[in-house]
């Protein structure tokens, strides 16, 4: 329910949203869509993949594609574990749609 509000949100924004339950479809989406992806907003910690490591994987299709990660850790522990690296985008849960939409903004714009 999260991600489809989320989704929702982000549309009303006026971005275009490809959604994706697990770092597996998303990989899958990413090889079919024929077009720019510009903003990777991902989980820090999922199973099978974690999101740096989808970043990566992700990096050959899309190189210029940002980043977003959220976790309900910190931004310090989760770079002191070497999860991501300190001053990486980061959003931490729970966050407004506000927050969202203005990091966001911020990580495109930069």
Do not use: C
């Not at 310090?76 to 749609?97: C, M, R, V, Y």
């Amino acid at each position: 329910m999260l991600l489809e509000l989320a989704v929702t949100i982000l549309e009303e924004q006026g971005y275009n949203v490809l959604s994706a339950e697990s770092p597996e479809e998303a990989m899958t989406i990413a090889r079919e869509y024929n077009n720019p992806i510009h903003l990777l907003v991902t989980d820090v910690v999922m199973p099978g993949m974690n999101g740096w490591e989808l970043k990566e994987a992700l990096a050959p299709l899309y190189p210029e594609i940002k980043t977003i990660f959220m976790s309900g850790y910190t931004a310090d522990i989760i770079a002191h574990k070497g999860i991501i690296e300190k001053g990486t985008a980061f959003l931490q849960k729970p966050f407004t749609i506000n927050a969202l939409t203005e990091k966001i903004r911020q990580v495109i714009e930069e």
